[in-house]
């Protein structure tokens, strides 16, 4: 275990009443509707209880009583901003089952779509967090560019935020005809930006004050904790889905596991975290770029969807890897056209639950900074 | 003591790099877009709104057979049809594209306050009659505003010609009965 | 030396002319908090490539106004359990103090509403006196927040006072007078006069030139924390504490701490324009001189510090409590302490 | 290493507590063990050179008419392999025991499994309900489950 570093003798001297400090539902930097019941000792956190469950939807109940691609769209609203990403593990547990081959451009059109939610998915983590320490400028240029993959999305699926557009077999519509390029575009624009960023927010000093040996998570812990994604990787260890066990077609592309080193304070501090999203943004532009070289136009991208889609007896775990870390679907199939029980692997959820571990010990201030580095989506938390 | 000096001096200079930043940032040009003045369907260029946008529904009830596939294939059971069979020799009009229709579609209702805009309904439907569009100003202050009942917006059947079928219906049900009850 | 009050001039010393000074500050106080805000909501929108309010008038220009005229027609709130008197008390205090401080800004060489010769010493008093309206305010919310919130500005605002107290007391050695009339008067001729670059005098003084220079640095720093301002906006800390010491409250009242945190904005330009930069007077001799140009150079030199202010805000992130606190004893007061002697020794020099 | 050695290796250390390997093609391959000695496999599992499964990657409760099904998904970081536990426990006392000392993360998704199932874990610090309310009665995600029909006064079926 690493030093805890602001609980010193002089404070746990001071015998003072604790106070019990209710922040949530509606709190400007829970990133949504959660409730953590923090116990405070002047500024320190000593305990924290998170109370989640107001955003509820019933996600698995609902979707035993719902057909395969009807499900597609509730999938959509688990993890709100990075659709796209939630959409593939499913559809291609689906496919597993089915046994259906998809083609080679489908499979491209998936990859570079999921690594561009991945960056639109980090800039909000990166936006909302420099938001939480209170440099509000970094947001409004992050959701800037956020909008112009949003665009992309837009004119290939129809939907700006929730797309229904990884289907099992394939994919709701073609790409628009200049996706090429404006992807190219994009990806130059997202480049200019972040070069900003990196000085405007993350080296600065004060930041870097803010987030550095602030809210560590040890390894060991890390991985007790179930806690994946780039929390995971802030810790020093280097586990992506995309090489460790390489879905799609993954195992084509060139590209490295960003991991935290602790540059400016203590490996698994916020800073790592931060600096590990931000770094994977370039890696996915990297494996946009070399998608893109070899992006084969020919092709139909419908041509294997099943007119009706009725799963074999047998039950299957499908999983790839989130923007927030391992996304896993259960799928149970009783061998009717409705399954039997689809459980999700929440990756918010769980890392969450490590959260009154990273916090205990820190001030209060520090809280908003932990809970905005470990980047949770409500909405898949709760489910 | 060096790391101190150090300190110090990162925190005024790396502020300073903010603050040239930002102040590049101050004259360049805005990516505002006035909404309501600049419409995005209008505003051509990187932004603008695609002609596959998924938005509200629409529905071609010229073209609408009433075989209820968009209903099964709704996620979220916003779409509810009524019809009523035809009598033999007073079958509705065939489809504007030309197939055949033997169902009277009296009541086509879609709650867009459940509307989840996930396209699968277009998918399922057979004839292309509901289609999405681009529309999506049609907000209102009540949300029974927000049910829309094609029937009754395009005028595709008026309430007397919908008594009419279903009286008919109704008819020939009973003398459909009356012959199995009584054959001759 | 001539009595410095233009109006007593003009009238004589008599209760209208009393009247009149008084309220000079107010009137200017209401135009100049229109411009800031509309100011704020401006350069933080370009800053951000938004483009800020538009509806309001061409380009908004009258969104202030209209945010005041928003303001006053909402319901005035008290909460149930909240300690009525002191809550309602502490907007005005808070803003009482910040308009005491305009009681000693001497606009132009002809006016300042009151030509008392300890002026630097008052406005030190007074800047502290709105602490007291924060503590009130956060403590009679009977809001875990507030309260937190008024703590943390109390604990901070001290802090800050010695520091800014320090470059004062500079300041006082340099111009060997608390009159603020004369310290500007000692300025001077043109801009290398000024204190921030060690004042009149020979060639000796570039020796002392980066120790002004820093000294106008701390005081910058100092300044924002004492107004509250990011990246010391701590009390109301916005991420962790809903809005601090004034989550509670709502209307007219919000509107006062909302103004008196504008005011005290300008207050804290102003004096860093009067020790450092000259107050009125013009940077170049005698080029667009006199007490009329005189105003034009002191709000236009006030309003460099108030877009200072603005442009940090929307650059920085906030700072920590400890680190606060880090920056105000193991920062600011040991650099301030070398300066001051150094700039001791300045004196003695010439 | 295969789900298939696993089995044997601890079919040699538990004996009778591993009831069976279920292989079928179409879907993953996991195997069933009994529900009592559940923490000490998991922590053999945990601790063995062999094995290495520090991970608890999944946590779920399964209704499977008669019985409650409890479902654990591990995974070792070093070894990048994975392994699917079954267990069932009987409807009327659906005790066993919780694995919240071998894996922590185990903590939440237990919770999951008690507030969907009233999967009643024994050893855990903190059973109390998750995602719904914490007065809410019934276990929604159990097939017999009828939504009540109010909630504090409010109509549970908008």
């Known amino acids: 275990m690493s030093e805890k570093k602001y609980i010193d003798i002089e404070f746990s001297q001071l015998d003072s009443e604790r106070m019990r400090l209710f922040m949530g539902p509606q709190h400007p930097s829970t990133h949504g509707v959660l409730q953590l019941e923090v116990e405070l000792d002047g500024e320190i956190v000593t305990d924290l209880i998170p109370h989640i469950g107001y955003l509820h939807r019933c996600f698995e109940k609902h979707a035993e009583n719902m057909t395969y691609p009807q499900i597609i769209p509730y999938i959509d609203r688990l993890d709100y901003i990075s659709s796209m990403n939630n959409e593939l593990p499913y559809v291609m547990g689906l496919e597993k089952m089915l046994d259906i081959q998809v083609s080679e451009k489908v499979e491209y059109i998936r990859v570079i779509f999921s690594e561009l939610n991945r960056i639109a998915n980090h800039q909000i983590a990166i936006a909302t967090f420099g938001l939480d320490s209170g440099a509000f400028t970094p947001f409004l240029y992050y959701f800037r560019d956020r909008e112009m993959i949003l665009t992309i999305f837009e004119k290939a699926s129809g939907g700006r935020l929730l797309y229904n557009y990884f289907w099992v077999g394939g994919l709701a519509a073609d790409v628009h005809p200049t996706f090429k390029e404006d992807i190219t575009e994009a990806i130059r624009i997202i480049r200019d930006t972040n070069a900003e960023i990196l000085n405007l927010l993350l080296k600065n000093k004060i930041f870097i004050d803010r987030t550095a040996n602030v809210g560590i998570l040890p390894a060991d812990i890390a991985i007790s904790y179930g806690v994946t994604g780039p929390i995971l990787r802030a810790s020093g260890i280097p586990l992506d889905l995309r090489k460790a066990e390489p879905y799609s077609i993954y195992e084509r592309f060139d590209f490295d596991i960003p991991v935290g080193n602790g540059e400016v304070g203590t490996v698994g501090d916020c800073w790592d975290r931060n600096i590990v999203r931000f770094r994977e943004m370039e890696e996915s532009c990297k494996i946009i770029e070399q998608a893109l070289k070899t992006f084969p136009s020919q092709g139909d991208v419908r041509e294997n969807v099943p007119k009706r889609i009725r799963l074999p007896k047998g039950e299957i775990y499908c999983k790839a890897e989130n923007p927030k870390g391992e996304l896993g679907f259960y799928i149970i199939s009783d061998g009717k056209d409705k399954p039997e029980r689809v459980k999700v692997r929440a990756p918010s959820f769980v890392n969450l639950s490590a959260l009154p571990e990273m916090s205990r010990g820190y001030m209060f201030a520090d809280l908003v900074m932990i809970l905005g580095s470990v980047d949770i989506v409500l909405g898949e938390v709760d489910r | ?184 | 030396m001539e009595e410095a009050n233009f109006v007593f001039n003009m009238i004589g010393e008599n209760w209208i002319a009393f009247a009149i000074i008084s309220l000079l500050p107010m009137i200017f106080l209401l135009a100049y908090a229109l411009i800031a805000i509309l100011g704020e909501l401006k350069i933080s929108a370009f800053i951000q490539e938004r483009l800020g309010p538009m509806r309001t008038g061409p380009w908004g220009i009258i969104q202030p106004v209209a945010e005041v005229v928003k303001l006053l027609q909402k319901e005035d709130i008290t909460p149930d359990s909240a300690n009525k008197p002191l809550f309602n008390l502490a907007p005005f205090i808070m803003f009482a103090a910040s308009y005491a401080g305009f009681a000693v800004i001497p606009f132009s060489s002809y006016f300042v509403p009151s030509g008392i010769n300890l002026g630097l010493f008052f406005l030190l008093a007074v800047g502290s006196l709105g602490i007291i309206g924060l503590l009130m305010g956060g403590w009679a919310s009977n809001n875990k927040y507030s309260l937190l919130g008024g703590l943390r500005a109390v604990a901070q605002i001290v802090s800050y006072e010695i520091p800014a107290a320090m470059v004062i007391l500079t300041i006082a050695v340099m111009a060997g007078s608390l009159d603020l009339q004369e310290i500007i008067r000692q300025q001077s001729g043109w801009f290398w006069n000024w204190f921030v670059f060690g004042g009149s005098g020979g060639w000796i003084k570039i020796i002392f030139l980066p120790f002004s220079f820093i000294m106008c640095i701390i005081y910058i720093i100092a300044s924002l924390a004492e107004t509250n301002r990011t990246p010391f906006d701590i009390p109301e800390g916005e991420s962790e504490l809903v809005a601090g010491y004034h989550t509670e409250y709502s209307g007219m009242k919000f509107a006062m701490f909302f103004f008196a945190e504008y005011a005290n904005m300008f207050i804290v330009s102003a004096i860093i324009t009067i020790i450092f930069f000259g107050g009125w007077n013009s940077p170049f001799g005698d080029f667009m001189g006199g007490p009329i140009w005189g105003v034009f150079w002191f709000v236009s030199k006030a309003f460099v510090f108030v877009f200072l202010q603005i442009w940090l805000r929307w650059t920085l992130p906030r700072l920590r409590v400890d680190q606060l606190m880090y920056v105000s004893w193991k920062v600011l007061l040991p650099f301030s302490f070398v300066c001051f002697l150094a700039l001791s020794l300045l004196v003695m020099l010439k | 290493m295969k789900p298939n050695e696993i089995f044997k290796e601890l079919k040699v250390h538990f004996g009778e507590e591993i009831t069976e390997l279920v292989e079928n093609p179409s879907s993953d391959t996991y195997i069933s063990v009994k529900p009592e000695k559940i923490d000490e496999i998991c922590r053999f599992l945990r601790d063995n050179d062999a094995f290495k499964f520090d991970f608890l990657t999944l946590l779920s409760g399964l209704d499977l008419k008669e019985k409650l099904g409890i479902v654990y998904h591990l995974y070792s970081m070093e070894l990048k392999h994975r392994l699917v536990l079954k267990t069932e426990v009987p409807k009327d006392s659906p005790n066993l025991p919780s694995l919240v000392r071998v894996w922590r993360t185990a903590d939440w998704h237990e919770r999951e499994a008690f507030d969907m199932f009233g999967i009643n874990f024994q050893g855990h610090h903190n059973l109390i309900r998750i995602l719904c309310p914490y007065d809410w009665e019934g276990y929604p995600l159990r097939k017999d489950y009828k939504e009540p029909e109010e909630y504090h006064g409010n109509r549970v079926p908008y």
């Open chain 2, 1 to 184: 003591m060096k790391d101190y000096f150090k300190n110090v001096w990162l925190g005024v200079w790396t502020a300073l790099i903010g603050m040239r930043i930002t102040i590049d940032h101050l004259f360049r040009k805005n990516v505002t877009v006035q909404y309501p003045n600049v419409h995005p369907k209008d505003k051509a260029g990187w932004m603008d709104m695609p002609s596959n946008a998924r938005n509200r529904l629409y529905v071609d009830m010229d073209e609408c057979n009433g075989c209820n596939s968009c209903a099964r294939a709704c996620p979220v059971n916003c779409i509810s049809i009524e019809t009523v069979r035809s009598v033999p020799g007073d079958a509705p009009p065939p489809l504007a594209s030309g197939g055949k229709r033997n169902l009277w579609v009296s009541q086509f209702e879609i709650d867009f306050t459940k509307c989840c805009f996930c396209s699968l309904c277009t998918e399922a439907c057979p004839t292309g009659a509901i289609v999405m569009t681009t529309e999506f100003e049609y907000s209102s202050y009540n949300r029974y505003d927000l049910v829309y009942n094609f029937v009754k917006l395009q005028n595709s059947m008026s309430d007397e010609k919908i008594a009419e079928v279903k009286e008919k219906w109704a008819e020939h049900q009973k003398e459909k009965k009356k012959e199995a009850v009584e054959p001759k």
